[in-house]
Nanobody, 123 residues
């Protein structure tokens, strides 16, 4: 079992940057692919980015590609989401998740979830 705790959210102006972190417990972190999702008020949770177990492969939602970067440090049991050129429409609660199926973009395909961290981008 994996427990996930996100941090790094906050309030930032449009055009600014934030880096989210997700710390995982347990010794099996490197056996999971990791993803980031977000949920804006009144909207369904949506896929943002994912990274393979060793970190060599990544993929992104079209809305964030070129602005966000996902990375991981298996020695620290941590996955990151660097968010640049933030827009007001990026405002949401951001969740990290651990899963077993590479290529998964639907939240039901992930097994473990953090509690989320709020990101608010002001215009």
């Amino acid at each position: 079992q994996v427990q996930l705790v996100e941090s790094g959210g906050g309030l930032v102006q449009a055009g600014g940057s934030l880096r989210l972190s997700c710390a995982a417990s347990g010794r099996t972190f490197s056996s999971y692919m990791m993803g980031w999702f977000r949920q804006a008020p009144g909207k369904e949770r949506e896929f943002v980015a994912a990274i393979s177990r060793a970190g060599g492969m990544t993929y992104y939602a079209g809305s964030v590609k070129g602005r966000f970067t996902i990375s991981r440090d298996n020695a620290k049991n941590t996955v990151y989401l660097q968010m640049n050129s933030l827009k007001p429409e990026d405002t949401a609660v951001y969740y990290c998740a651990a899963g077993s199926n590479w290529g998964a973009t639907r939240d039901r395909e992930y097994d473990y979830w953090g509690q989320g961290t709020q990101v608010t981008v002001s215009s």
